[in-house]
């Protein structure tokens, strides 16, 4: 399982289009993804989920993965 902490630096926090990019690029790795913020933790690969964080600027949040291309999402995922 790898972890990694990131902020949202977009003025606008994470809005539909970059949530729905943020899904697809997860969706194209088998590995578990999970986007968790304090005690919250949703699907990566549900936009419903994602969007239900209401992550706005300054916000900090953690990208978890874990399966065989955990590494990789994780990488793609932080891009």
């Known amino acids: 399982m790898i972890r990694k902490t ?6 606008e926090g994470l809005q539909s289009r970059t949530a ?5 690029v997860a ?6 993804i999970w986007i968790e913020q304090g005690s919250k933790r949703v699907n990566a ?5 994602v969007l239900s964080l209401r992550l706005k600027r300054g916000d900090e949040f953690h990208i978890v993965a874990r399966g065989d291309d955990e590494k990789q999402a994780i990488a793609a995922l932080t891009r």
Request: glycine share 10%; charged share 15%; proline share 0%.
């Open 6 to 11: 990131m902020n949202i630096e977009n003025l």
């Open 20 to 24: 729905a990019l943020l899904v697809q």
């Open 27 to 32: 969706g194209k790795f088998a590995s578990t």
């Open 45 to 49: 690969k549900s936009i419903m989920g």
